[in-house]
Protein backbone atom coordinates (compact mmCIF):
# COMPACT_ATOMS: atom_id res chain seq x y z
CA UNK A 1 0.00 0.00 0.00
CA UNK A 2 2.73 2.12 0.88
CA UNK A 3 4.90 2.37 -2.15
CA UNK A 4 0.84 2.52 -5.05
CA UNK A 5 1.53 4.79 -7.28
CA UNK A 6 -1.73 6.48 -6.01
CA UNK A 7 -0.30 7.24 -2.75
CA UNK A 8 0.66 10.95 -3.17
CA UNK A 9 3.58 10.40 0.09
CA UNK A 10 5.44 7.67 -2.74
CA UNK A 11 5.23 10.06 -5.54
CA UNK A 12 7.27 11.94 -3.64
CA UNK A 13 10.39 9.92 -3.89
CA UNK A 14 8.92 8.42 -7.25
CA UNK A 15 9.47 10.21 -10.25
CA UNK A 16 8.03 7.13 -12.21
CA UNK A 17 4.56 7.10 -9.94
CA UNK A 18 4.45 11.02 -10.38
CA UNK A 19 4.18 10.63 -14.36
CA UNK A 20 1.56 7.43 -13.94
CA UNK A 21 -0.18 9.65 -11.63
CA UNK A 22 0.12 12.86 -14.30
CA UNK A 23 -0.73 10.12 -17.24
CA UNK A 24 -4.32 9.84 -15.50
CA UNK A 25 -5.33 12.69 -15.57
CA UNK A 26 -4.73 13.27 -18.79
CA UNK A 27 -6.31 10.72 -19.71
CA UNK A 28 -9.43 11.89 -17.29
CA UNK A 29 -9.64 14.63 -19.65
CA UNK A 30 -9.59 12.90 -22.49
CA UNK A 31 -12.63 11.05 -21.38
CA UNK A 32 -14.07 14.17 -19.88
CA UNK A 33 -14.05 16.33 -23.33
CA UNK A 34 -15.17 12.86 -25.34
CA UNK A 35 -18.11 12.40 -22.79
CA UNK A 36 -18.98 16.15 -23.22
CA UNK A 37 -19.43 16.07 -26.90
CA UNK A 38 -21.03 12.45 -27.17
CA UNK A 39 -24.01 14.10 -24.79
CA UNK A 40 -24.31 17.01 -27.07
CA UNK A 41 -25.23 14.77 -29.94
CA UNK A 42 -26.89 11.87 -28.43
CA UNK A 43 -23.86 9.81 -29.31
CA UNK A 44 -22.12 7.39 -27.05
CA UNK A 45 -17.92 8.05 -26.71
CA UNK A 46 -17.25 4.66 -28.15
CA UNK A 47 -19.47 5.66 -31.31
CA UNK A 48 -17.58 8.81 -31.98
CA UNK A 49 -14.30 7.42 -31.94
CA UNK A 50 -15.50 4.47 -34.20
CA UNK A 51 -16.65 7.34 -36.61
CA UNK A 52 -13.62 9.15 -36.18
CA UNK A 53 -11.06 5.98 -36.94
CA UNK A 54 -13.32 4.96 -40.08
CA UNK A 55 -12.75 8.51 -41.34
CA UNK A 56 -9.11 8.51 -41.36
CA UNK A 57 -7.86 5.03 -42.14
CA UNK A 58 -7.62 2.22 -44.17
CA UNK A 59 -10.76 -0.03 -45.06
CA UNK A 60 -8.61 -2.85 -44.61
CA UNK A 61 -8.81 -1.55 -40.57
CA UNK A 62 -12.44 -1.10 -40.53
CA UNK A 63 -14.13 -3.74 -39.73
CA UNK A 64 -15.38 -5.03 -36.12
CA UNK A 65 -12.33 -7.91 -35.66
CA UNK A 66 -9.85 -4.81 -36.10
CA UNK A 67 -11.94 -2.16 -33.99
CA UNK A 68 -12.34 -4.49 -31.27
CA UNK A 69 -8.64 -4.66 -31.11
CA UNK A 70 -8.06 -1.11 -31.73
CA UNK A 71 -10.59 0.04 -28.57
CA UNK A 72 -9.53 -2.73 -26.57
CA UNK A 73 -13.38 -4.17 -25.93
CA UNK A 74 -15.13 -6.77 -27.05
CA UNK A 75 -16.53 -7.44 -30.76
CA UNK A 76 -20.06 -7.70 -29.29
CA UNK A 77 -18.95 -4.26 -27.80
CA UNK A 78 -17.93 -2.98 -31.32
CA UNK A 79 -21.36 -4.86 -32.94
CA UNK A 80 -23.53 -3.02 -30.71
CA UNK A 81 -21.80 0.28 -31.36
CA UNK A 82 -21.96 -0.16 -35.51
CA UNK A 83 -25.90 -1.26 -35.08
CA UNK A 84 -26.50 1.86 -33.36
CA UNK A 85 -24.62 3.67 -36.22
CA UNK A 86 -26.04 1.64 -39.14
CA UNK A 87 -29.78 2.89 -37.40
CA UNK A 88 -28.44 6.17 -37.23
CA UNK A 89 -27.64 6.11 -41.27
CA UNK A 90 -24.07 7.47 -40.28
CA UNK A 91 -22.29 3.90 -41.32
CA UNK A 92 -22.13 2.39 -44.90
CA UNK A 93 -21.80 -1.52 -44.59
CA UNK A 94 -19.46 -2.95 -47.88
CA UNK A 95 -19.98 -6.76 -47.08
CA UNK A 96 -17.00 -8.88 -48.60
CA UNK A 97 -18.18 -11.60 -52.02
CA UNK A 98 -16.37 -14.18 -50.89
CA UNK A 99 -18.15 -14.18 -47.14
CA UNK A 100 -21.60 -12.58 -46.79
CA UNK A 101 -20.87 -12.09 -43.17
CA UNK A 102 -17.64 -10.35 -43.22
CA UNK A 103 -18.28 -6.63 -44.15
CA UNK A 104 -16.13 -3.14 -43.78
CA UNK A 105 -17.12 -0.20 -42.15
CA UNK A 106 -17.56 2.95 -44.59
CA UNK A 107 -19.02 6.39 -44.26
CA UNK A 108 -21.84 7.55 -45.55
CA UNK A 109 -22.44 11.42 -46.34
CA UNK A 110 -24.47 12.00 -42.82
CA UNK A 111 -21.90 9.90 -40.89
CA UNK A 112 -18.68 12.60 -43.05
CA UNK A 113 -20.65 15.50 -41.63
CA UNK A 114 -20.67 13.41 -37.65
CA UNK A 115 -17.33 13.58 -38.40
CA UNK A 116 -16.54 17.00 -38.87
CA UNK A 117 -18.89 18.06 -35.90
CA UNK A 118 -17.24 15.54 -33.16
CA UNK A 119 -13.27 14.94 -34.63
CA UNK A 120 -12.52 18.42 -32.85
CA UNK A 121 -13.31 17.26 -29.28
CA UNK A 122 -9.86 17.15 -27.93
CA UNK A 123 -8.67 20.35 -29.57
CA UNK A 124 -8.35 22.13 -25.82
CA UNK A 125 -5.47 19.58 -25.29
CA UNK A 126 -3.98 20.62 -28.26
CA UNK A 127 -4.48 24.35 -27.30
CA UNK A 128 -2.60 23.64 -24.04
CA UNK A 129 -0.02 21.96 -25.48
CA UNK A 130 1.02 24.76 -28.08
CA UNK A 131 1.85 26.99 -24.93
CA UNK A 132 4.91 24.69 -24.46
CA UNK A 133 8.16 25.68 -25.69
CA UNK A 134 9.49 23.24 -28.80
CA UNK A 135 11.68 22.04 -26.95
CA UNK A 136 9.48 20.56 -24.00
CA UNK A 137 6.69 19.35 -27.14
CA UNK A 138 9.71 17.33 -28.83
CA UNK A 139 10.90 15.95 -25.62
CA UNK A 140 7.57 15.04 -24.46
CA UNK A 141 6.68 13.36 -27.73
CA UNK A 142 9.94 11.22 -28.04
CA UNK A 143 8.90 9.62 -24.32
CA UNK A 144 5.34 9.39 -25.48
CA UNK A 145 6.35 7.50 -28.85
CA UNK A 146 8.99 5.19 -26.62
CA UNK A 147 6.49 4.25 -23.72
CA UNK A 148 3.14 3.44 -26.48
CA UNK A 149 6.07 0.75 -28.24
CA UNK A 150 6.83 -0.76 -24.77
CA UNK A 151 3.52 -1.02 -23.95
CA UNK A 152 2.88 -2.79 -26.89
CA UNK A 153 5.97 -5.51 -26.71
CA UNK A 154 4.77 -5.64 -23.16
CA UNK A 155 0.79 -6.69 -24.08
CA UNK A 156 -1.24 -4.23 -22.77
CA UNK A 157 -1.75 -1.75 -25.95
CA UNK A 158 -2.76 -4.67 -28.86
CA UNK A 159 -2.97 -2.62 -31.53
CA UNK A 160 -0.06 0.46 -32.23
CA UNK A 161 1.56 1.83 -35.67
CA UNK A 162 4.69 3.74 -34.67
CA UNK A 163 7.88 3.54 -36.47
CA UNK A 164 9.63 1.41 -33.76
CA UNK A 165 7.78 -1.73 -34.35
CA UNK A 166 7.63 -1.23 -38.42
CA UNK A 167 9.36 -3.39 -40.14
CA UNK A 168 11.20 -0.11 -42.66
CA UNK A 169 12.45 0.99 -39.13
CA UNK A 170 15.97 0.69 -38.54
CA UNK A 171 18.57 2.51 -36.08
CA UNK A 172 21.69 3.75 -38.31
CA UNK A 173 24.70 5.19 -36.13
CA UNK A 174 22.85 6.36 -33.43
CA UNK A 175 19.88 7.84 -35.92
CA UNK A 176 16.53 6.64 -36.60
CA UNK A 177 15.83 5.53 -40.75
CA UNK A 178 12.92 4.85 -42.24
CA UNK A 179 13.99 2.47 -45.36
CA UNK A 180 10.58 2.83 -46.94
CA UNK A 181 11.14 6.87 -46.61
CA UNK A 182 15.12 6.12 -47.40
CA UNK A 183 15.90 8.94 -44.91
CA UNK A 184 16.58 9.78 -41.56
CA UNK A 185 13.62 10.63 -39.07
CA UNK A 186 14.05 13.10 -36.40
CA UNK A 187 12.37 12.75 -33.05
CA UNK A 188 9.40 14.53 -34.49
CA UNK A 189 9.25 12.55 -37.85
CA UNK A 190 8.79 9.36 -35.84
CA UNK A 191 4.83 8.46 -36.55
CA UNK A 192 2.38 7.16 -33.74
CA UNK A 193 0.04 6.16 -36.68
CA UNK A 194 1.85 5.50 -39.68
CA UNK A 195 -0.39 4.46 -43.00
CA UNK A 196 2.56 2.16 -44.17
CA UNK A 197 3.39 0.78 -41.37
CA UNK A 198 3.75 -3.03 -41.50
CA UNK A 199 4.62 -4.98 -38.42
CA UNK A 200 8.08 -6.00 -37.83
CA UNK A 201 8.38 -10.04 -37.35
CA UNK A 202 9.48 -11.14 -33.97
CA UNK A 203 11.81 -13.99 -33.62
Known sequence: MDKS???????????SSKIVAGLERISEAFKVLLWDKAKLLGLSPIQIQILIFIAYHKTE????????????????????AIRVLDKKGFITKNYSSSDSRSYSIGLSTE????????????????????????TDLEALFGTLSKLIYKLNRSGILTV????????????????????????????????????????????
Open 111 to 134: GKKMVEETSDFANPLKTELTTLHQ
Open 160 to 203: QRTCYGCKFYSRKTDQDYCNLLDKELLNTDIRLDCPEFEERPTH
Open 61 to 80: FCNVSHLAKEFNITKPTISD
Open 5 to 15: IFNPDHQETDV
